[in-house]
């Protein structure tokens, strides 16, 4: 039986990080441990302005066993922090082995086109070449030696990596005999501009499961401005081309929209075309070297119609359609599942990415900054190195973690924190500020579903995009 005493930390009351939100005269709270949302009553609410209160104060403002009902509820749901739930949260965050599951392999640091907004410098990195047959196997190798799981992924980057479409296949065939020697089974993806995209490719993705991203901004008009050849051609005509091969072939894709100054204002547009198209999933990532307070803007306004319109799906019922809606779909879902978070993506903590020389780096974004290389196909992983830098993407070493929206955003893509402010756990404020309002927003959405057509779309229909 547990006593009121069992829920303070030294004497005291303490909360982690929370924000209330109010709806239609009620009020949820929303814990930034679990990212669990749940409705709290008037004594709730109340007892929320104790925080550093000590146990004989409260018990001069609420009855006893009122208390221990609250208490125990806001322990479950790490509201307030006891050493029981303390003890949880270090268990589960706690990072007990070093190991990898997915390797991005950028076999071609160059590219066919000259996208307006490209962060890699033309695709290039700062670094023009291609991978060599040699470099890649040994990247795969890696992989397979310092698997967690026996479930793989090799990653197919660049550049455009079609540019490298022979390599690619040999490095599949050779992964696909070394998962059968050592069973292990390897999956695939690629992430491609689709303009070289043929029958053969297109076959041969099929036949071997891929998983593919096409990079494609929306219409035609948004497009070309911004996604086009090195003559200044747009390249959509050829992308489409290359989606139609891949459609017909039976093969998986999901869109990737980059935004940018230039197409901010057309992003609501732009979803509703590319959800025409055979895409499992829609997503939009604005461009933050070029993004400026005004852009953001135009950006928050955008992101809102599209809440609004996956909220007027659900009440249609045309739950498929909504869960292609990523940006929306992904705050939805984590909202309602919950769950604590350790990192924010796999950025080193599960997966590495090789450049064309071998060079190992914590994720394919970070491949231009050389001073954060972390290992190499000759010399291994630098576990010095890469463990620091797993020390500092845990939200819990974060300065984040006081923040109520932490298990959300995770503390932000460790290498936009990297260029925007030098470290990778610090984010820009800007970027905050716009994901806060964002997530207000969407949660608000949520929050006014009735719990019936909730459920029905999270355990009848929806996948997690």
Request: proline share 3%.
């Amino acid at each position: 039986m547990s006593k009121i005493t069992d829920f303070f930390i030294e004497g005291k009351l303490e909360f982690f990080p929370y924000k209330i939100f109010g709806i239609k005269d009620k009020y949820y709270i929303l814990s930034n441990v679990a990212n669990s949302i749940f409705q709290i009553d008037g004594a709730e609410l109340e007892l929320l302005q104790y925080n550093g209160t000590a146990c004989e104060c409260l018990l001069e403002h609420f009855e006893e066993e009122k208390i221990k009902a609250i208490l125990e509820n806001f322990a479950e749901s790490f509201i307030i922090k006891t050493p029981s739930n303390i003890n949880v949260i270090q268990e589960k965050t706690r990072c007990n082995k070093i190991g990898i599951k997915a390797i991005t392999l950028l076999v071609c640091q160059e590219c066919n086109l000259r996208c307006k907004y490209c962060y890699g410098d033309g695709g290039e990195y700062s670094d023009r070449g291609k991978m060599t047959v040699g470099t890649a196997k040994k990247s795969v190798d890696y992989l397979f030696d310092k698997a967690i799981k026996d479930d793989i992924s090799v990653i197919f980057f660049g550049g455009e990596p079609l540019m490298q479409y022979p390599l690619i296949e040999e490095v599949v065939e050779y992964a696909k005999i070394k998962g059968e020697n050592e069973n292990k089974t390897p999956c695939f993806s690629i992430t491609t501009n689709a303009t070289l995209i043929n029958e053969k490719i297109a076959r041969y993705f099929a036949e071997n499961k891929f998983s593919v991203t096409i990079s494609i901004d929306g219409s035609k008009g948004s497009n070309d401005k911004t996604r086009y050849y090195i003559d200044g051609k747009g390249a959509h005509e050829k992308i489409l081309r290359g989606v139609a091969l891949l459609e017909s072939a039976g093969v998986k894709m999901s869109a990737r929209a980059t935004v940018c100054p230039d197409n901010c204002s057309e992003m609501f547009d732009n979803l509703m075309f590319l959800l025409n198209e055979p895409f499992e999933s829609v997503y939009f990532s604005p461009a933050i070297n070029l993004m400026k307070k005004e852009d953001y803007k135009v950006y928050i306004s955008e992101i809102k119609k599209m809440a609004d319109y996956f909220i007027n799906l659900i009440y249609s019922k045309q739950y498929d359609k909504a869960c292609k809606i990523k940006n929306i779909n992904s705050i939805v879902t984590r909202i309602h599942m919950g769950g604590i978070r350790k990192v924010h993506c796999g950025a080193a903590c599960n997966m590495i990415a090789a450049d064309i020389n071998g060079q190992f780096y914590p994720c394919h974004r970070f491949v231009t900054n050389k001073e954060c290389i972390v290992g190499s196909v000759e010399d291994g992983i630098n576990m010095q190195t890469y463990g620091s830098f797993i020390d500092n993407s845990l939200i819990n070493n974060s300065p984040c973690r006081i923040c109520w929206a932490v298990a959300l955003c995770g503390g932000g893509c460790p290498y936009e924190n990297y260029q925007e402010t030098e470290y990778i756990t610090v984010p820009n404020p800007l970027v905050c500020s716009v994901m806060k309002d964002i997530y207000v927003y969407i949660i608000e959405q949520y929050l006014l579903l009735p719990e019936e057509i909730i459920m029905d779309y999270f355990t009848s229909h929806c996948r997690e995009s």
